[in-house]
T-cell receptor, first 115, second 115 residues
Framework: AQSVTQLDSQVPVFEEAPVELRCNYSSSVSVYLFWYVQYPNQGLQLLLKYLSGSTLVKGINGFEAEFNKSQTSFHLRKPSVHISDTAEYFCAVSDGAGNTGKLIFGQGTTLQVKP | ETGVTQSPTHLIKTRGQQVTLRCSSQSGHNTVSWYQQALGQGPQFIFQYYREEENGRGNFPPRFSGLQFPNYSSELNVNALELDDSALYLC??????????????FGPGTRLTVL
């Protein structure tokens, strides 16, 4: 079964600093990866996804992620964060077993942006 | 375009009771997936419905059941509630049957508290 590991449970960072949220996945023949953001008391919103092609994926709100097959990683980055980026971030992989395309999520990383 | 909606927003039940949660899919989507998100955890897949039939199930007991209606809205029913059922229940809709590349669009969730 596929799995996802988010390496940091909390990431504190000052406003306008760069940030990287780390995600590793278990190896598979083909892999489809997603990053979602969850603001307090809300559902999940898709930031970006990797399906194929360019390994650098750009998403909404200035976020980007790089797919690295050799390191089985899909780290999320933003060059300059804002207070409004404070939220929970989830990395997920689409599971091929059972033909549901169900998402398998990591435990989440809390991004705390300080003024 | 209407997004995914869920009702109710919050719900408090006592152990042993039964609960029904509702979800309206995003316009044009025929697949609905349900996830359970315990506090401080990533969402876990409960089951998926495609065109009114169950299309896959996660590791949840039979007291978790569901329905999908002809308009592709959906219900999640939980019988004999246990304290550990306290969680945020998320509904997600997508366009393709179990397609790993489809984006799943999430609703805001229903917060269930079992006392």
């Amino acid at each position: 079964a596929q799995s996802v590991t988010q390496l940091d449970s909390q990431v504190p960072v000052f406003e306008e600093a760069p940030v990287e949220l780390r995600c590793n996945y278990s190896s598979s023949v083909s892999v489809y990866l997603f990053w979602y953001v969850q603001y307090p008391n809300q559902g999940l919103q898709l930031l970006l996804k990797y399906l194929s092609g360019s390994t650098l994926v750009k998403g909404i709100n200035g976020f980007e992620a790089e797919f690295n097959k050799s390191q089985t990683s899909f780290h999320l980055r933003k060059p300059s964060v804002h207070i409004s980026d404070t939220a929970e971030y989830f990395c997920a992989v689409s599971d091929g077993a059972g033909n549901t395309g169900k998402l398998i999520f990591g435990q989440g990383t809390t991004l705390q942006v300080k003024p | 375009e209407t997004g995914v909606t869920q009702s109710p927003t919050h719900l408090i039940k006592t152990r042993g009771q039964q609960v029904t949660l509702r979800c309206s899919s995003q316009s044009g989507h025929n697949t609905v997936s349900w996830y359970q998100q315990a506090l401080g955890q990533g969402p876990q897949f409960i089951f998926q419905y495609y065109r009114e039939e169950e299309n896959g199930r996660g590791n949840f007991p039979p007291r978790f059941s569901g329905l999908q209606f002809p308009n592709y809205s959906s219900e999640l029913n939980v019988n004999a509630l246990e304290l550990d059922d306290s969680a945020l229940y998320l509904c997600a809709s997508s366009l393709g049957r179990g397609s790993r590349t489809d984006t799943q669009y999430f609703g805001p969730g229903t917060r269930l508290t079992v006392l």
